[in-house]
Every structure is written in C-alpha cells, then in structure tokens.
C-alpha cells in the first residue's frame, strides 16, 4: 500500500460532490481552513509556554 494515485483521487472528489453537491464544498473548505489556523495558532501558544515554565524553573 503507497500513496493515493489519481484514480483513487477523483473517486473522492466524486463522492464529495454527490454528498454535499458544489455550493457548500467552499463552505466545507473556508471551515477546514479556519480549523487548521486555529489549531496552529493554540499549538504555538502551548510551546510558548511550555518554553515559558522551562525558563521559569531554570532561574
């Protein structure tokens, strides 16, 4: 088992667009973007202070 090839790729899209038809793909799209801007923006605040205690328990 490898990577996808573009068979595999277009039977997804097909699917995709039979469940939720053209007009709310975009929709699906901006709310997937906004999660992933979220969950990286929540990833750097916990290594900033993660960083922050280290600095606080080596002084």
């Known amino acids: 088992m490898g990577s996808m ?3 595999e790729w277009l039977v997804i899209l097909v699917v995709v667009l039979l469940l939720f ?5 975009p929709e699906l799209m901006k709310g997937l973007g906004t999660g992933v801007r979220e969950f990286k923006e929540a990833a750097k605040g ?10 606080e328990e080596t002084k």
């Open 21 to 25: 038809g053209g007009k709310k793909i």
């Open 5 to 7: 090839g573009i068979s």
């Open 46 to 55: 916990e290594d900033k202070a993660a960083e922050t205690k280290k600095e």
